[in-house]
């Protein structure tokens, strides 16, 4: 029983990390379309490679966002595939292994109606996978199979063998009971022979098969409908007016008729999950075998759709288990030890197909079996995806298996039970492009999921071929008795009349007289005779025996000691082929690395030559360039030497000019004070002249003399140095404003982080402002004034610094906006610097600090400071 409460199924222990492992193995089958009308969405490309094409109407919906996408499987089987070669590449290595005692799992896949079923079972004339497999097991191991009831299910998922007299008189006690009636179906499809399934030249058998052991076949045959197990194999009541089965395939619920009870699932000792109370049949033949298999295919649940007019309601699962056994050390009988028994089994499952249920318009029953086929294979996609992201990036997420009862069942095969096969079945019309989409993608993740590879059983420590030397000693025996006229078969008259004929003839026993004493007499002596007779004839064939098996035993040890040396031989060159196998693997895969190596070299040398190839173009360019740079460089030195002559040609021309300008201006002006010197000269002598009567005589004038070029450039330029007196120029007052960020405003004072600390006298200092480098709508918001601190290079080199100002106010939108006033300019000079403009006093002074301002008038002050209006 299950262990209550627990939920999760019991750990097996963890595995070796080197065992080798097969990805689950893939197939596709395309159907052929129902009308040549009908628009095909899927081609095939190559053996292993299909392609699907959207609809035209799907195109036309979806703007052509849907591409052609191609997938690629283990094999591809087109429309003209048989089913023969469907079973030669996917069934065939499933039933070698069945035989070699490995197990197998082999399910079809795909939307409905597009030929799961045909598949797996076929049609008259075309047997499907199923049929097929039964054939080629008992045509395998049809001679060596053991009498029936020799092996016995022990109802916890495992094999009992039983004696010869045991199971002689289960025969007998099973022969005497009477047959159960069968059950009626509401079908009146008539059975199909196995003979129609299969062609007999397409009979095939596996010639791998150890003679030594004897088997027994036992099948199973169960459905899932609705998340529950069910037996289709059970006997169940029934009523046999009423029928059993509705039209749909579905069960009558009346007091009349018994509902057959679900299954339950359990765990073995081996932690192998199988369905408890299911019935098991032991099976001798290929036909016995098929017509079980139709029995439970008659209960099994099918109904009309809109898609499939015999569309499978539930997964079905038919279990194939081969017992084996070996014989004993003489050949005769089956080796008695329950731990040599061999048990393994082939999993053939038709799983429903998904649908949806807006193109089926499933109601009532038929939807809620919709909805569980779907959730069952969606919980299968999602174990598959659980188990490839384990294995491709090292994560230990728990698998889903008891989330439905298909996955509980076969968690072992992806655990490392045995192989895994899956064939995709897809029907190419176009209104199943979107489902068929969805399997496609489910079949492309599948194969990245890999399973362990199954170990081979240990092999007995028994010699081979004993079942052969059994079968030769009793030939050889019979041909030996045959020769000395012995019986061969005890049951035989000839012989016995022959032996009788051998002995003394019998005398007449008739008496006539009471007191008769010589009849007697000689009766007792043929008898005596007789006896003797047969004791010599025992002593001889005891002879003969004993020195035939003396005989015999010495063959068996000659035998025993070459198959001993042969097996050694055969030991060491099965180390010898996997050696070879082994370095040929190890060839194979250098040779694979060797021309992966090989292609990238050569990916890499056209890679470089195309290198070189840029690599020269571009110094070839560059060279070019650099000629033309160096042709430009030299021009341009040529046209500086040129513009540096003609400037100082021009500037010597100007000098000159100026200086010849400058000495007649300044003779013009020494003429024209030499003239009112002599007038005023002239007007002195006349006033004095005219002076009081008590002066004297009037002297006349002296005539001054003209001053030379020297003296008058002197006079010239003490002249023009005088300062104008103060009573013919009126005082400038200077303009003395307040700055206006002294005042009570609040002011943001916007410095860039890129802005330069200058240790000047002068710094503008704003009392109450913000200091910010970004300025925000939150600080603009609390403050009425701006200032911008901007900084940029003067002509001269030097840094000039410039206020930026402007007034803040609110828009109608709720922000800040900002509109600049006036610009206050803050300059730095350097005395030992060459002024721009010459100074009427000397021609050195102060280092000056220039204010320019907007929109004040111009005004000079005597401390340096000049404000002028921005043009």
Request: with cysteine.
């Amino acid at each position: 029983m299950q262990r209550a409460g627990k939920g999760k199924t019991p750990r097996r222990p963890k595995k070796p990390s080197n065992i080798e492992k097969d990805p689950v193995g893939v197939y596709c089958r395309i159907r052929p379309l129902s009308g040549e009308d009908e628009e095909c969405c899927v081609e095939m490309i190559s053996s292993s490679t299909i392609q699907l094409h959207a609809p035209d109407g799907l195109k036309a919906n979806r703007n052509g966002e849907y591409k052609e996408m191609q997938y690629s499987f283990k094999k591809v089987f087109g429309i003209k595939t048989t089913q023969t070669e469907l079973f030669e590449d996917v069934a065939k290595p499933l039933i070698e292994d069945l035989i070699h005692c490995k197990n197998g799992l082999l399910f079809t896949y795909g939307v409905t109606g597009s030929g799961k079923t045909y598949t797996m079972t076929g049609s008259p004339g075309e047997g499907g996978l199923l049929p097929r497999s039964l054939d080629m097991l008992f045509n395998s191991i049809g001679p060596f199979q053991a009498k029936r009831y020799v092996f016995k299910p022990d109802d916890k998922n495992g094999i009992e063998i039983q004696n010869q007299v045991d199971a002689l008189l289960e025969r007998q006690k099973r022969d005497s009971q009477a047959s159960v009636p069968k059950t009626p179906s509401s079908r009146q499809k008539a059975d199909p022979e196995f003979a129609d399934m299969i062609n007999p030249d397409e009979a095939c058998k596996s010639e791998s098969v150890d003679e030594d052991c004897c088997y027994s076949v036992f099948v199973s045959y169960i459905e899932i409908y609705n998340n529950y197990v069910y037996d289709l194999l059970e006997d169940a009541p029934f009523d046999p007016i009423r029928p059993k089965w509705l039209d749909g395939n579905t069960p009558v619920r009346n007091k009349d008729f018994i509902p057959p009870q679900s299954k339950i699932l359990r765990e073995d000792q081996n932690h192998n999950m199988y369905v408890a109370g299911c019935t098991e049949l032991e099976v001798k033949s290929k036909e016995e075998a098929f017509e079980v298999f139709w029995k439970g295919q008659k209960k099994r649940r099918i109904a009309n759709t809109q898609l499939n007019r015999e569309s499978s309601r539930s997964h079905s699962v038919f279990t194939v288990k081969l017992a084996q056994a070996p014989l004993d050390a003489d050949g005769d009988y089956i080796l008695q030890d329950k731990s040599q028994v061999n048990v393994s089994q082939l999993c053939l499952v038709d799983l429903a197909g998904s649908e949806r249920t807006n193109r089926t318009r499933a109601e009532g029953s038929r939807l809620r079996e919709a909805g569980n086929i779907n959730q069952s294979l969606m919980t299968l996609r999602t174990c598959m995806e659980v188990l490839r992201e384990n294995q491709m990036f090292g994560t230990n997420r728990m698998v889903p298996y008891r989330d439905s009862k298909v996955t509980h069942l076969f968690k072992n095969y992806f655990d490392g039970e045995g192989k895994v096969r899956m064939i995709v079945c897809v029907n190419p019309k176009a209104e199943d492009y979107e489902e068929t989409l969805l399997v496609m993608r489910f079949a492309e993740m599948t194969q990245e999921v890999e399973v362990a590879r199954p170990v081979d059983r240990p092999i007995y420590g028994l010699v081979p071929g004993r079942r052969q030397r059994n079968q030769a000693f009793k030939d050889e025996l019979s041909r030996r008795l045959e020769e000395r006229g012995g019986p061969v078969n005890g049951e035989d008259p000839v012989l016995l009349n022959q032996l009788i004929e051998s002995l003394p003839p019998l005398p007449p026993c008739e008496l006539s007289d009471p007191s008769d004493d010589q009849t007697l007499p000689r009766m007792i002596e043929v008898l005596e005779r007789r006896h003797h007779i047969r004791q010599m004839i025992t002593e001889q064939f005891n002879q003969t025996a004993n020195a035939m098996k003396s005989m015999l035993q010495q063959f068996d040890s000659q035998i025993h000691s070459k198959e001993t040396v042969l097996f050694d031989q055969r030991s060491k060159l099965g180390e010898k082929d996997k050696v070879i196998i082994n370095q040929k693997t190890e060839i194979e895969r250098l040779e694979k690395k060797s021309k992966t190596l090989e292609y990238k070299i050569d990916i890499l040398q056209k890679t470089t030559e195309m290198y070189e190839q840029d690599k020269r173009s571009l110094q070839q360019e560059l060279e070019s360039r650099e000629q033309r740079l160096q042709k430009e460089l030299a021009e341009r030195r040529r046209m500086e030497q040129r513009m540096q002559g003609m400037v100082t040609d021009t500037k010597m021309k100007w000098e000159k000019e100026c200086e010849r300008r400058v000495n007649a201006k300044q003779l013009e002006m020494q003429n024209k004070l030499w003239v009112k010197d002599e007038k005023l000269k002239q007007l002195k002598a006349i006033v004095t002249e005219n002076g009081g009567p008590g002066s004297g005589p009037t002297e006349p004038p002296v005539k001054p003399d003209r001053p030379s070029r020297e003296r008058d450039r002197h006079v010239a330029q003490k002249r023009s140095a005088s300062p104008t007196p103060l009573s013919t120029v009126p005082p400038v007052r200077p303009m003395h404003r307040r700055s206006r960020s002294a005042g009570g405003e609040k002011w943001v004072d916007h410095k860039p982080p890129t802005n330069l600390d200058l240790d000047t006298v002068l710094q503008p200092i704003l009392p109450n402002a913000i200091k910010v480098s970004t300025p925000n709508e939150k600080a603009l918001s609390k403050c009425h004034k701006y200032v911008l601190r901007h900084q940029e290079l003067a002509s001269d080199g030097e840094i000039e610094t410039k206020l930026i100002k402007g007034n803040v106010f609110k828009t109608r939108g709720g922000g800040q906006a900002v509109q600049f006033t006036d610009i206050e300019t803050l300059k730095q000079e350097c005395p030992t610097a060459p002024s721009r403009k010459r100074r009427s006093g000397s021609g050195e002074g102060p280092t000056d600090f220039n204010e320019n301002r907007a929109p004040v008038a111009n005004a000079s002050s005597a401390q340096g400071y000049q404000k002028r209006r921005r043009p």
